[in-house]
C-alpha cells in the first residue's frame, strides 16, 4: 500500500519562499500522475500544480503560475513544491495526491487515488 507523506510546511512571511517534499513509500510507486492541492478554512479544495511522472511535464493553476515550481524525483520516489513569492492568501493546508490513469481533468480532486495528510502553510501580511 503507497503511502504519501508529506513535509516542509511552516509560517512564513509575505515575499518568502518554502518547499513542501511528498515523499512515497510502500509498494512499488509508479504513479501517472502527481499533484498538489490546497485547502483554506472554510474554502474547498484548491488545485495548484500537477506533474507527470515518466516526462515531467508540469500544469499550473493561475493562481500559483510563475511563483510556484512542482518537481520530482523519480529515485526518491518524492515530489516537491518550491513556493515562491508567496501571498497570504497562499495559507492552507497543502496536500499531495497521485492518480495512478490519466486523468482528463487534472485539476479534479475526486481523479486522484492516493492522499497524504497534508501540511500547514501559513504566511503571515
Known amino acids: 500500500q503507497v503511502q504519501l507523506v508529506e513535509s516542509g510546511g511552516g509560517l512564513v512571511q509575505a515575499g518568502g519562499s518554502l518547499r513542501l517534499s511528498c515523499a512515497a513509500s510502500?509498494?512499488?510507486?509508479?504513479?501517472?500522475?502527481m499533484a498538489w492541492f490546497r485547502q483554506a478554512p472554510g474554502k474547498e479544495r484548491e488545485f495548484v500544480a500537477t506533474?507527470?511522472?515518466?516526462?515531467?511535464?508540469?500544469i499550473y493553476a493561475d493562481s500559483t503560475k510563475g511563483r510556484f515550481i512542482i518537481s520530482r524525483d523519480n529515485a526518491k520516489n518524492t515530489v516537491y513544491l518550491q513556493m515562491n513569492s508567496l501571498k497570504s492568501e497562499d495559507t492552507a493546508v497543502y496536500y499531495c495526491a497521485a492518480a495512478n490513469a490519466v486523468v482528463l481533468r487534472v485539476s479534479d480532486s475526486g481523479r486522484y487515488t492516493r492522499w497524504g495528510q497534508g501540511t500547514q502553510v501559513t504566511v503571515s501580511s
Open positions: 506533474i507527470r511522472w515518466n516526462d515531467g511535464s508540469t
Open positions: 510502500g509498494s512499488t510507486f509508479s504513479p501517472y500522475r
